[in-house]
């Protein structure tokens, strides 16, 4: 089981505040990252997240967990900016994702998927004159959402059938496999939907 931006039942101010909210919040600051050019901005935006995060008593493994899956690209990325435009260039870029990425965690620890569709329902009403339908986009997002921990499983199935056969660890050799479990999964769930008649 993955604690991968899976919701965390805690009574504390953030788990309070209503879904639009924080995803409000979290679309200023993805905005206003725009703006950020000294390498102390995202220092300062890190430390003030993980104030929220201490704020919300989620614990230090989950927090941790969320950003995990990102250092190995930090790195390499953290190397090139240094490379080509300075430590200062690198801290700005990295510092910024790193941040977009725990907040917007923080929005999935704090927040049931039932709240977070039912604001994106909200915001889709308006399309409904153009034909769309803002409870099939809630149903979309309610998947995707409940999609992330099912593949991060299944990558880590492939990973450790890899490990005890001694396979390859080339990428290629790891992605195929997860490629076809995870579209074998989504087919289950489209023949899931069908049977409900949700296939039209």
């Given at each position: 089981?993955?604690?991968?931006?899976?919701?965390?039942?805690?009574?504390?101010?953030?788990?309070?505040?209503?879904?639009?909210?924080?995803?409000?919040?979290?679309?200023?600051?993805?905005?206003?990252?725009?703006?950020?050019?000294?390498?102390?901005?995202?220092?300062?935006?890190?430390?003030?997240?993980?104030?929220?995060?201490?704020?919300?008593?989620?614990?230090?493994?989950?927090?941790?967990?969320?950003?995990?899956?990102?250092?190995?690209?930090?790195?390499?990325?953290?190397?090139?900016?240094?490379?080509?435009?300075?430590?200062?260039?690198?801290?700005?870029?990295?510092?910024?994702?790193?941040?977009?990425?725990?907040?917007?965690?923080?929005?999935?620890?704090?927040?049931?998927?039932?709240?977070?569709?039912?604001?994106?329902?909200?915001?889709?009403?308006?399309?409904?004159?153009?034909?769309?339908?803002?409870?099939?986009?809630?149903?979309?997002?309610?998947?995707?959402?409940?999609?992330?921990?099912?593949?991060?499983?299944?990558?880590?199935?492939?990973?450790?059938?890899?490990?005890?056969?001694?396979?390859?660890?080339?990428?290629?050799?790891?992605?195929?496999?997860?490629?076809?479990?995870?579209?074998?999964?989504?087919?289950?769930?489209?023949?899931?939907?069908?049977a409900r008649g949700l296939d039209d």
């Open positions: 089981m993955t604690v991968l931006a899976t919701y965390v039942e805690r009574d504390s101010p953030i788990h309070r505040l209503p879904a639009g909210v924080k995803l409000g919040a979290l679309v200023v600051v993805a905005a206003s990252t725009v703006f950020v050019r000294q390498w102390w901005q995202p220092v300062a935006l890190l430390a003030a997240i993980a104030v929220v995060y201490l704020v919300a008593r989620i614990p230090w493994r989950s927090a941790l967990a969320q950003v995990r899956p990102l250092l190995a690209l930090l790195v390499a990325l953290a190397i090139f900016q240094t490379v080509f435009a300075g430590w200062e260039k690198a801290v700005v870029v990295c510092g910024c994702i790193l941040a977009l990425a725990a907040l917007a965690s923080l929005v999935s620890l704090t927040t049931r998927t039932d709240d977070l569709v039912d604001v994106v329902v909200r915001m889709a009403q308006p399309s409904r004159r153009f034909g769309v339908v803002p409870e099939r986009i809630g149903l979309l997002v309610s998947l995707g959402i409940r999609s992330v921990p099912v593949v991060v499983g299944l990558a880590r199935e492939v990973r450790d059938a890899q490990r005890a056969r001694g396979a390859s660890a080339r990428p290629i050799a790891f992605l195929v496999p997860l490629v076809v479990r995870s579209l074998r999964h989504a087919d289950k769930v489209g023949e899931a939907l069908a």
